[in-house]
T-cell receptor
Framework: EPEVTQTPSHQVTQMGQEVILRCVPI?????FYWYRQILGQKVEFLVS????????KSEIFDDQFSVERPDGSNFTLKIRSTKLEDSAMYFC???????????FGSGTQLSVL | GENVEQHPSTLSVQEGDSAVIKCTYS??????FPWYKQELGKGPQLIID?????GEKKDQRIAVTLNKTAKHFSLHITETQPEDSAVYFC??????????????FGTGTLLAVQP
């Protein structure tokens, strides 16, 4: 069964450092997303991406965040200068149609020290 | 914006019993309501979804009901098994224009099925 894959599974970084989280969405999907989940809290929307551009972003997704689809298979989330409060599980998701049936990866646990 | 409330936060049932998790939403224009199961250390997994033009949907032991007038929807799991133990999240998709799909999640329900 096709699945969304994310790497790395764990990332530890120092405050102020840049991190790149990587995702390979399901191959025939056209819509891509990043969500995050702070420990014990709900899953929160960060950004959606379609047709090589951001289609929607949340208040969390400020200038420190960026997304990119550098080739036909990868989808990345970059945090330019990490803060302690960026520590969370980051989930990538994809779907083959707008608004429905998002499939999530297993996540990258980001720890900012 | 859309807000999704979920109850209960924890639910413990005996194996074989039924479990019901309830959610309410605030945006009457929301028209898609998925349910996700999250096991420890894994990402959310879609288990069932319903659109606003349908009142009920069933898939084996899992069913979802939607009451658009009251703006609430529920997940029903019958004949629960220990492997059903997980955190369950409801979600709603506000109806907006364009090619986007922002899911607003509930706060989650930790379901424990006791053998």
């Amino acid at each position: 069964e096709p699945e969304v894959t994310q790497t790395p599974s764990h990332q530890v970084t120092q405050m102020g450092q840049e991190v790149i989280l990587r995702c390979v969405p399901i191959s025939n999907h056209l819509y891509f997303y990043w969500y995050r989940q702070i420990l014990g809290q709900k899953v929160e929307f960060l950004v959606s991406f379609y047709n090589n551009e951001i289609s929607e972003k949340s208040e969390i997704f400020d200038d420190q965040f960026s997304v990119e689809r550098p080739d036909g298979s990868n989808f990345t989330l970059k945090i330019r200068s990490t803060k302690l409060e960026d520590s969370a599980m980051y989930f990538c998701a994809s779907s083959d149609r707008a608004r429905e049936k998002l499939f999530f990866g297993s996540g990258t646990q980001l720890s900012v020290l | 914006g859309e807000n999704v409330e979920q109850h209960p936060s924890t639910l413990s049932v005996q194996e074989g019993d039924s479990a019901v998790i309830k959610c309410t939403y605030s945006d009457s224009a929301s028209n898609y309501f998925p349910w996700y199961k999250q096991e420890l250390g894994k990402g959310p997994q879609l288990i069932i979804d319903i659109r606003s033009n349908v009142g009920e949907k069933k898939d084996q032991r899992i069913a979802v009901t939607l009451n658009k007038t009251a703006k609430h929807f529920s997940l029903h799991i019958t004949e629960t098994q220990p492997e059903d133990s997980a955190v369950y999240f409801c979600a709603a998709t506000p109806k907006v224009g364009g090619a986007t799909n922002k899911l607003i999640f509930g706060t989650g329900t930790l379901l424990a099925v006791q053998p």
